[in-house]
C-alpha cells in the first residue's frame, strides 16, 4: 500500500520560512497531482497548493507570492516551500496524492507548523 511521509514542519518565528518534503513510496508520476491541505484548529481541512503531472501549479489566494510546491519525478518527493510565514499559517499540513477520484486519494499523516509571532 502507498505511504506518504511528510516531514520537514515545526516552530518558526514570523516572517521565517520552512520546506516542507511528503515522500511517496511508489512513483508519483501515477497521480493527476500531488498537493497540499491545511487543517488549523476549528477549521475546516484546506487547499493550499497542487502540482499537476504536467507541472501547472495552483495555490490558495493566501499563499501566493509566498509558497511554492515543486516535485522530483525521480524521488517521487513533492516539496512546499513557504517563505514569509505569518501566525495564520500555523496548521496541521498534510500532503495527497490525487488519483481523480476521492476514493483512491492517498494522505500522508499530517505535520504540524507553528509559526510564532
Known amino acids: 500500500q502507498v505511504q506518504l511521509k511528510e516531514s520537514g514542519g515545526g516552530l518558526v518565528q514570523s516572517g521565517g520560512s520552512l520546506r516542507l518534503s511528503c515522500a511517496v513510496s511508489?512513483?508519483?508520476?501515477?497521480?493527476?497531482?500531488m498537493a497540499w491541505y491545511r487543517q488549523a484548529p476549528g477549521k475546516q481541512r484546506e487547499l493550499v497548493a497542487a502540482?499537476?503531472?504536467?507541472?501547472?501549479?495552483n495555490y490558495a489566494d493566501s499563499v501566493k507570492g509566498r509558497f511554492t510546491i515543486s516535485r522530483d519525478n525521480i524521488k517521487n518527493t513533492v516539496y512546499l516551500q513557504m517563505d514569509s510565514l505569518v501566525r495564520e499559517d500555523t496548521a496541521v499540513y498534510y500532503c495527497?496524492?490525487?488519483?481523480?477520484?476521492?476514493?483512491?486519494?492517498?494522505w500522508g499523516q499530517g505535520t504540524q507548523i507553528t509559526v510564532s509571532s
Open positions: 495527497k496524492a490525487d488519483k481523480g477520484l476521492p476514493a483512491f486519494d492517498v
Open positions: 502540482i499537476a503531472r504536467s507541472g501547472t501549479t
Open positions: 511508489e512513483s508519483i508520476f501515477v497521480y493527476n497531482a
